[in-house]
């Protein structure tokens, strides 16, 4: 048996529904049924969601406060004002920036951006920063992602006599910024088709209105800041990350170019994970160590010196980044560790001094990986006075609900059900973390803390080929609402097996099924390659890709996670390195058995770590249960039925198969009736015979061994044929006939010859088979 790391909710596709698009749109079973299961399940949905060359932006004027915005920008560029675009430090704040300010500048304006720093501002607009703009001769202040929460900011513009327009798509308040013009598609009453843009969503729309026309030079942008902001990929998002993602291929930014260069990103080769994982997180590491500006300028040069010059320093804020995380994390682990143990805690709640509030959202991930369990990664000020940070959830653990019932500690928080940020005093964190803990013990079981996996759907190997992959990544791009598809497939064979990677850390597969070949590679899997047995039926969840080498295309599974369902036997008969391969057996399951004392025994138990147990015989073995446990056969034991009996009352996970032995009687010659029948022929002829003088000659004279001649000579002792005195054997003509399993030593000699042959010297099949017999025959429920 192999445990999978992860719940795997497999999502059932509506059979019917899947075969109508299917033949509808002419696309495989597989790609039909991901749609379904996504809730597009009608032919014209369908085809408006995977042919995008075919659908427009709407109009951007269907937006609350867009007339009145772009009303207000004109006049302020015939008039020759000064605007500032205040944006926000992240990807989708610093693309949002870049195309407000680049579409002011196309129309002649006289314009600059703004974006506060992350340590000394905080979030958002601040009145310092206003007055300070409005001081450098600044009439008209466009906010990007950020603002709608701006109340009292607002009302400063408004007494410096700076006109504010607000461009943002965060959760509203119960109460709006008075500023000129709000363009936000969730505001109450909005009539706009689509709610879900992100920031730089807006921003392209106000372009759009400004223009009369959505730039392909502004949809790359809009493609980062969206795919980076983690909005849902669906609708007018879908669409600036598709033609955005095609325009990122061929861009014409220095900047863009020298990034991807940076991360050793192939232009050509872009994809929404490129932007998830090369570009986006090099952009935010900018406002999460220092001012975001660099990353602004960066994405506006024209200069391909200058662009090398600050891609190399934004790349090494990430590597910087990536140090400062790798730090405080390994903190926080060994914080938990040893004061707030997962088993205790359901909720981990840690805080530090010197920690960088900019990284403290990514260490909360990463601990939540490890643990999960919910995180709180709060930030110390230098006073101990103020406690400020970020809180990443698992399914089935509300954030946002929870913290809202410890209000009274959180007067600054926000956030969703997965994700949350805050800021409470210092010396409320014990208080804080105690009401968490409670609420997660009435919320939480045990099961929840299994990693959960969500499967798209299960398919057959045979489904598996070129045309069904290249059908399901009509889908793409994927992210939020839209995820790259989680495959499962089921009752594999795994024709080959082997580690690869210069630590052997990763695992390459070939599975099979029915005829058909599937290669598999499981990066960070190479522990399983010691998991999984050589004819265990395996599940696999992960998802496909296709693979290109040398001109040859074939398609290939990039695993996530495995399981065996029934129980595996490991065959280590013959091995030497026993201690080594005992060493990698996880230890919380692993039961070592022995037939031979430990303690007087060559295979010293003291070497290795794991339970011990010493099973004298058939009434001690069936007193143990095995049931779950990884049973270790460490040697033979004195006869069959001692393992018969320790397997009834349990069935083990896994068998790992020693059987060490320091003596042998397989290949010793066992004498055939012939034998004894020619030896008692020979004794009869002489009164006496010397064995120690000359059972070595006579041996010798008929090929066998001495002990060959010594063990005839007991057995017909036993039956009572003959008699020994001093190594003088002489026949007694006075017994009686008798079988030869009659002699002790006979039934000992050939039962530990079928003890031998069938533990030692059989097969791996032959093995199995002998297990599996006794095993199922423990699973046949007693007929009353």
């Not at 610093?94 to 501002?121: C, H, W």
């Not at 998991?531 to 496909?544: F, H, R, Y």
């Not at 008798?738 to 097969?763: C, F, G, V």
């Amino acid at each position: 048996m192999l445990k999978p790391k992860a719940r795997w909710n497999v999502t059932g596709a509506d059979a019917q529904r899947s075969k109508v698009l299917a033949e509808s749109l002419n696309i495989s079973i597989l790609a039909a049924s991901l749609l379904v299961n996504r809730g597009i399940d009608e032919p014209e949905s369908a085809k408006a969601f995977l042919y995008m060359d075919r659908q427009s932006f709407h109009d951007p004027f269907l937006m609350n406060g867009m007339e009145m915005t772009v009303d207000r920008i004109n006049e302020a560029i015939i008039k020759k004002e000064k605007i500032c675009v205040y944006g926000d430090y992240d990807a989708d704040g610093v693309t949002s920036t870049v195309v407000m300010l680049e579409t002011l500048k196309q129309l002649g304006a006289d314009a600059d951006f703004y974006i506060p720093n992350r340590f000394t501002e905080g979030y958002g607009p601040n009145n310092p920063a206003f007055l300070k703009l409005k001081e450098s001769g600044v009439s008209l202040i466009i906010t990007v992602d950020t603002g709608i929460s701006a109340v009292n900011e607002a009302a400063y513009a408004k007494e410096i006599d700076v006109d504010l327009i607000i461009t943002d798509h965060h959760e509203a308040g119960p109460v709006l910024p008075e500023a000129l013009a709000i363009v936000h598609p969730k505001l109450p009453g909005s009539i706009y088709p689509f709610k879900e843009l992100a920031g730089v969503g807006v921003a392209l729309k106000v372009s759009h209105a400004l223009l009369s026309t959505v730039q392909d030079s502004f949809l790359e942008l809009a493609a980062i800041g969206t795919i980076a902001d983690l909005v849902s990929l669906h609708g007018e998002n879908r669409l600036i990350a598709y033609k955005g993602i095609d325009r990122l291929k061929k861009t014409k930014r220095p900047g863009i170019k020298a990034l991807l260069k940076a991360a050793s990103s192939k232009e050509g080769e872009l994809t929404e994970e490129t932007i998830g994982f090369a570009i986006a997180p090099r952009i935010n590491a900018v406002g999460r160590l220092q001012s975001a500006d660099p990353a602004v300028e960066l994405l506006r040069t024209s200069d391909p010196v200058r662009a090398d010059e600050l891609a190399l320093s934004i790349d090494s804020l990430n590597r910087e980044r990536q140090k400062i995380v790798q730090d405080i994390a390994l903190e926080a682990i060994e914080m938990t560790e040893k004061l707030y143990p997962p088993e205790e805690y359901p909720v981990l709640v840690l805080a530090g001094t010197g920690w960088n509030p900019g990284v403290v959202g990514i260490v909360a991930s990463k601990l939540v990986e490890k643990f999960y369990r919910p995180a709180i990664i709060l930030c110390l000020d230098e006073e101990g006075v103020k406690a400020k940070g970020s809180a990443r959830s698992i399914a089935g653990f509300d954030l946002f609900k929870n913290l809202s019932e410890c209000r009274d500690l959180l007067p600054h928080f926000g956030g969703h059900p997965m994700a949350a940020g805050m800021t409470l005093a210092a010396e409320d964190v014990d208080e804080l973390r105690e009401r968490l803990n409670a609420l997660a013990k009435e919320q939480l079981t045990e099961e929840d803390f299994i990693p959960l996996t969500k499967v798209d759907l299960s398919c057959q190997l045979e489904d598996v080929t070129l045309e069904s992959i290249e059908e399901m990544n009509l889908l793409a791009p994927f992210g939020m609402n839209n995820p790259k598809p989680v495959i499962m497939i089921e009752d594999l064979s795994v024709s080959g097996m082997r580690k690869i990677g210069s630590n052997q850390n990763h695992l390459k597969l070939t599975l099979e099924q029915e005829m058909t070949k599937l290669d598999c590679v499981g990066f960070g899997f190479g522990y399983l390659h010691d998991e999984i047995s050589p004819v265990s039926k395996v599940a696999v969840v992960g998802q496909l890709s296709v693979n290109e080498w040398n001109n040859f295309r074939k398609p290939q599974f990039m695993l996530q996670d495995a399981a065996v369902q029934d129980w595996q036997l490991f065959d280590h008969r013959g091995a030497r390195q026993i201690k080594s391969i005992l060493d990698r057996v996880p230890s919380d399951k692993k039961l070592l058995i022995y037939f031979r004392d430990p303690a007087a025994s060559e295979i010293s138990a003291a070497e290795i770590t794991g339970e011990h147990i010493y099973i004298k015989n058939s009434k001690t073995a069936a007193s143990i249960s095995l049931e779950g446990r990884y049973a270790v056969f460490m040697d033979v034991p004195s006869d069959l039925e001692m393992l018969t009996a320790l397997l009834s009352r349990g069935v083990p996970e896994r068998i790992y198969a020693f059987f060490l032995q320091t003596e042998t009687h397989f290949f010793s010659t066992i004498p055939t009736r012939e034998h004894f029948k020619w030896f008692y022929g020979f004794l009869l002829k002489r009164d006496m015979f010397d064995l120690k003088k000359h059972g070595a000659e006579l041996a010798k004279y008929k090929g066998w061994t001495s002990d060959t001649i010594n063990f005839m000579s007991e057995v017909f002792f036993e039956l009572d044929f003959v008699t020994i005195k001093n190594g003088l054997i002489s026949i007694n003509r006075n017994g009686s006939k008798r079988d030869l399993s009659e002699s002790i030593a006979y039934k000992q000699k050939t039962e530990q010859m079928e003890l031998e042959n069938r533990l030692l010297y059989s097969s791996y099949r032959e093995l199995l088979e002998w297990f599996d017999e006794r095993i199922k025959s423990t699973r046949t429920p007693v007929q009353v």
